[in-house]
């Protein structure tokens, strides 16, 4: 078992950056499977970043390609997500999220992930 907790959200303007993180539980880390999520209020959670357990394979909707990066230390139990660019649409509370995989898989759909964190709220004003 494994336990998230998020942190690094906030309020920045449009532009801006900002660095989440999700720190890991347990000694395990390297097995799974990581991604980042987020849900707008009226909205479902949708599929944001994820990366394989080395790290070495990585995915990101189409909506944040090219302004966030997903990256991850597993020294430090930890995930990242490097957001850059930030719109008034990328306000959300952001989620990571865990699953056991094999080497080189990766996750897209919510319903695959077993593990979540309690969610870090970023607000991008319009």
């Known amino acids: 078992q494994v336990q998230l907790v998020e942190s690094g959200g906030g309020l920045v303007p449009a532009g801006g950056s900002l660095r989440l993180s999700c720190a890991a539980s347990?000694?395990?880390?390297?097995?799974?499977?990581m991604g980042w999520f987020r849900q707008a209020p009226g909205k479902e959670r949708e599929f944001v970043a994820a990366?394989?357990?080395?790290?070495?394979?990585?995915s990101y909707t189409d909506s944040v390609k090219g302004r966030f990066t997903i990256s991850r230390d597993n020294a430090k139990n930890t995930v990242y997500l490097q957001m850059n660019s930030l719109k008034p649409e990328d306000t959300a509370t952001y989620y990571c999220?865990?699953?056991?995989?094999?080497?080189?898989?990766?996750?897209?759909?919510?319903?695959?992930?077993?593990?979540w964190g309690q969610g870090t709220q970023v607000t991008v004003p319009s």
């Open positions: 990366i394989c357990r080395n790290g070495g394979i990585t």
């Open positions: 347990g000694r395990t880390f390297s097995s799974y499977a």
């Open positions: 999220a865990a699953v056991a995989l094999p080497l080189g898989r990766i996750a897209i759909m919510t319903s695959t992930y077993n593990y």
